[in-house]
């Protein structure tokens, strides 16, 4: 891959080059995402968000990390009904919508559309989520956390422990996650799941085939013992026959404050991709970790504008102007945390 | 209450002091507001608009201002339904929607909801309504419009003499303006409505505490005589069990413009919260007024841009830099009236 | 018409003095909406878009417009049911959205409500739609692209040869663009339909009483054989009784590679307002054109932006200043086609 010009469809388009040119740019991102300095780099360009499938935090993570950059957002949000209703191609859409914007950010609720749509399009597209199947940048900005609070803590990737917590069968950030750990020297994985959330077969001998050691198990207690990162997942309701049958599994495998001081290691990263079920029943995260130091739940989030913008430089080839268009910023920015 | 960095939720907050210091930040906002001058201040800054109720013309005011003041807004209309169905707590939603923008203004159907979110938050959260229970944003441009209007006929707000007009129960703005007026020397109030509706005992209890004069009646031509100010408001329809009992209190409290004439001192300032029921049954604000220029209703709704502009310039504290930011317009900006 | 704070409500208000003005001023568009250089002209001006009926893709054409000049874009889509349901009239809404703008572009579901909106607006409104009313940044861009084509091929509007193809009795866009037509020197139009839904008496009688030759037809090879520009139309289902009533005329005036071969002058462009219906059942305009250099469809598109640019410059005169605040653009422009 190349990155002037790329679409960003899939994950299996990186290779470990990529990753790392891509991690390195989204590091110097910093000053602009924490309101040190602003750029205007790319004053002038419009992104076109277009979010045929609602995901609040993704398309507005996007557009901010486009108007950080100094760009202009336009926006569509739901399905536009009329279009597909009168019999319009995939292809024609991306033809014209493309006519109107220097990239675009896409998601939407079919398999493969994003790619389709990408065939019509004559600027490149970045795989916003397209159903079940690809959401690029929720693997890179997860990797890219793993290796920030590696790094405050003085480590690197290669070596990483990690335990994958929760539904493993149809969690789609852990399927992507694992397929982005295939590029890396030996890891060692701890998928802790129940026997029918188990991680498909498929990834876990990708993973074994790649040198990973990988131990199953139900445990949570014996999943979360040895390892740097722990990474939860939510038990996703939508994917069960019913209610009753989503209910078997929620809450079986809860973090806690008391857990996590018995079971791990000191300084074991907490990571989840959000949202967390934080009702009575599920508490996968429970609230009382929200002061553990090492709970990087909204880092991680945070970082997702970090690797956007990252991505949105690369692929508009102004990565290396980004400072050259800055300044220092003028407004209040103190945070409150 | 300090500015810089503070969150706005509530009119309570606020003492005489910093009504003051608002009301002069947003005086200064004419010339940009007017279109004779642009200001690029907030370049670079984000505003968060989530409105998880629709409220078109209060979104587009807070958009507006903070477009006027050079920043970027990203947005949200609508419930995100999603991440409440999966059980994300408001902290959460604040935690991860707070890294994504500067300051964040937030309207949600639920009381205390926006004081529950602004806790989550990393950046400062304005109140844009929670359900029935604040709209500071409103009173303060309510009463910045009595104060303007009251200054373009040589007067200032002490002694200023109000007639409150329609459904003083329900109306949430009526309630927040009132506990403004607390702030200020003895006023004259005068609460027209029909005994169903009435203002609430506790608000007016708390002008008389306060040694302001309050006079209830239901009689119009009464209430509207001798007064600066007449505040019009609508029937809520929505707070009766049924059309019928609605419709038994629309019309009541018509003001025409023979009615005017008839009871009112010349250049009494007619205002309304908007939107007026302008249907045949209703006409709290018969179209007849639309030539008298006491009619200050489109003034108010103006207002509304100064008063969050001034807001924004407060909380990022910039209101000394807007004017260094500043150039004429190039554009054509006559209006019609 | 004078361009400067004029509102752009219908296309009866152009004389041909005005069209080629537009036209001179959208030409000089071309390097801002290719990406080689953009300006800052509207820099702090602020469109208000209000889609108060769908139309993903010219509200993004419309909000692109304003972006390429500079300018910020606030937006409303879907219907604002609750200040109607309040009883607000569209004086109203006009009188209060107007404040938070420099120009608004509006789409309204009834036939005549922008006229109704403009008439309270303070600001400029440009008709985006209204009902099956008028649509005129649409027949704009279509006699746009008829020229740009032409003149591509060395020729000029005058003696034009153009055929109409589909439903001509529903098609908003044929009579709009019949309308303009009548501003030039004689031409010669083939009108392509079934019986039933034939181009209406008075326009037919409109285009000849100008001097033009009109030929009636249902066979679409005798009508696109000697024509410089076929323009195609889609069969409007929702303009029938029935699916089944629809189904009758669908895909009766299908063009593809070799009906065109077979029957047009080499170089015949093929335009169509869009959304083709692609389609089994459909095809309007088969995908096998898409590799026909002279299938005109998404330049047309494209030039949707140019004449809307235009359009702003010139009603908020900056016409002759976009130059002046303009540089070279520094992120990747490449284009895929």
Redesign the interface.
């Known amino acids: 891959m190349k990155f ?2 790329s679409h960003i469809l899939s994950i299996d388009q990186f290779e470990r080059g990529d990753v790392e040119r891509l991690f390195e740019v989204a590091d110097r991102m910093r000053p602009y995402a924490h ?1 040190q300095r ?9 992104l ?1 968000s277009m979010f045929f499938e ?4 993704t398309r ?2 996007f ?2 990390a486009f ?2 950059l ?1 760009g ?5 949000t739901g399905f ?4 597909i209703a ?4 995939l ?3 991306a ?3 493309s ?4 990239v675009i950010a896409m998601r939407h609720p079919e398999e493969g559309s994003v790619r389709e749509f990408a065939q019509g ?3 490149p597209v970045i795989n916003g989520g397209d159903g079940s199947n690809e959401h690029p940048t929720q693997a890179l900005l997860d990797l890219y956390t793993i290796r920030s609070e590696l790094m405050s803590r003085g480590r690197g990737l290669d070596g990483l422990r990690i335990a994958m917590v929760g539904d493993l069968r149809y969690g789609r950030t852990v399927h992507s996650l694992s397929r982005l750990l295939l590029l890396y020297q030996p890891v060692h994985v701890h998928l802790v799941a129940p026997p029918e959330l188990r991680m498909p077969a498929e990834i876990t001998e990708a993973l074994r085939s790649a040198g990973h050691e990988v131990i199953e198990t139900e445990a949570l207690e014996q999943g979360i013992a040895g390892v740097d990162i722990v990474y939860s997942t ?1 038990i996703q ?1 939508e994917r069960f026959a019913s209610r009753e049958e989503a209910d078997l599994y929620r809450g079986r495998l809860r973090l806690n404050q008391s857990v996590y001081t018995a079971n791990c290691e000191p300084n074991t990263v907490i990571m989840h991709p ?6 009575a029943g ?1 508490q996968e995260l429970d ?1 009382d970790l929200n002061d553990n130091p090492n709970l990087a739940i ?1 880092r991680q ?2 970082n997702g ?1 970090l690797v956007r913008m990252a991505l949105f430089a690369l ?4 990565a290396d ?1 980004v400072d050259t268009h800055a300044r220092d ?9």
Do not use: C, H, M
């Open positions: 002037p010009g309101r602003i750029t205007r780099v790319l004053e002038g360009a419009i076109g609602p995901s609040t935090r507005i993570s557009g901010s108007n950080l100094g202009e957002v336009r926006e569509t536009e009904t009329t279009a009168k019999g319009e191609s292809f024609d859409t033809r014209v919508l006519g109107y914007s220097d399009s004559r600027v939510r309701e959000l949202p967390r079920d934080s009702r599920a609230v909204f989030s945070d504008v692929i508009l080839d102004v102007q910023v003028n407004w209040f920015t103190e945070r409150r945390f």
